[in-house]
């Protein structure tokens, strides 16, 4: 599989709503009936601003909005009410590496991830069809986590695109890569 625009465009997306910002707590969102929905997630930057994440189909809608200020996912069209659950991470994650995961075949995003300068702190996003799978300061094989969640990715290679700031935090720089693990 070869990058497109898209990828490239994916990529400037994530980077200018993480890279360099400080993730310091997930949103969970859940319903009238405190069921937690998983297909939605939100991540709390610099303990004021959002991310969130809503997918119900081959690419997630993301917002910076909060879900009780403007509902950019169209939720309180299902739901009667939505409640928020906070759940902190520790230690906090300044953002220094990304990795998004395509799928080889189509224009679709699979997982992110998004962690610290030195990897001890980092959350791994994997998107399913309709739900949202977490993963907190996850130390295993990431292409590994992926297709033991997505079953029809087993023995598939993806397209990975990295972004990171080298140590000396002045220069940074984009790789790119084709999984082949």
Do not use: C
């Amino acid at each position: 599989m070869r990058q497109e625009k898209f990828h490239h465009s994916f990529l400037k997306k994530i980077s200018a709503l993480f890279f360099l910002k400080k993730i310091t707590n997930v949103i969970f969102i859940n319903d009238d009936e405190s069921k937690n929905i998983d297909n939605v997630l939100f991540f709390e930057i610099n303990l004021k601003n959002v991310v969130g994440f809503y997918k119900n189909d081959s690419n997630p809608f993301i917002t910076r909005e909060k879900i009780n200020e403007i509902d950019s996912f169209n939720l309180y069209s299902i739901y009667k009410e939505l409640y928020e659950i906070k759940k902190k991470i520790m230690p906090p994650i300044i953002v220094k590496n990304i990795k998004l995961f395509f799928n080889p075949n189509y224009n679709e995003i699979i997982a992110i991830y998004l962690a610290s300068k030195n990897f001890e702190s980092s959350v791994f996003i994997i998107f399913s069809e309709d739900e949202i799978h977490l993963y907190i300061n996850e130390n295993k094989n990431l292409d590994e986590i992926i297709k033991n969640n997505l079953i029809q990715f087993r023995n598939k290679e993806f397209l990975v695109l990295e972004k990171t700031q080298k140590i000396n935090n002045i220069q940074l720089k984009d790789f790119y890569r084709l999984s082949n693990r």
